[in-house]
């Protein structure tokens, strides 16, 4: 396998992108980085939790079409997105491969505050729903809970075995 890393740098941090720099300088013609423009829709985080608004997941997707754009531009026989937050097992990207699939993901669990369980980043609609729930449709918490754990259930089994 042959891999070609790419990253948007839109850090506000300029020791991250100082980073960045450092890696693609140790991987010589296996990095490219893409500057992001000056960003209208900062990224907020604290110790706690994070918060996206509308416009900061267009602003993430935007970037998330550029890297497919140059994915099919050179041709690559696979794309692999991931955000810089993520720890993965060394084997994951074989795994991946292995599973012979023409579009697959991993799912991650996250807490998202302190000491509270984790769940998956994965969502039905908008940035956090997490239950099945047609349109209009009005549903009680007590059924908002009980669709999102079944979802979570789904979640745990395996596809396509």
Not at 10 to 29: C, E, I, R, V, Y
Not at 39 to 57: F, I, N, Q, R
Not at 61 to 72: L, P, R, W
Request: with cysteine; aromatic share 14%.
């Amino acid at each position: 396998m042959t891999l070609h890393y790419l990253f948007v740098d839109d850090n506000n941090d300029p020791l991250s992108s100082k980073m960045l720099q450092n890696f693609a300088d140790k991987h010589t013609g296996q990095v490219d980085i893409i500057p992001a423009a000056g960003s209208l829709h900062p990224y907020t985080c604290d110790e706690a939790t994070h918060s996206w608004s509308d416009a900061l997941v267009w602003k993430v997707a935007g970037f998330k079409d550029e890297m497919i754009a140059h994915a099919k531009h050179y041709d690559y026989d696979a794309l692999f997105l991931i955000d810089s937050d993520l720890l993965l097992q060394p084997t994951t990207l074989e795994v991946l491969l292995a599973s012979e699939k023409e579009i697959i993901s991993e799912i991650f669990w996250t807490s998202w505050t302190p000491d509270t369980f984790p769940v998956p980043q994965v969502w039905l609609k908008d940035e956090y729903t997490q239950f099945e729930c047609a349109r209009n449709e009005q549903i009680s918490l007590e059924e908002q809970y009980l669709r999102k754990y079944a979802f979570y259930g789904q979640l745990r089994a395996p596809w396509g075995i």
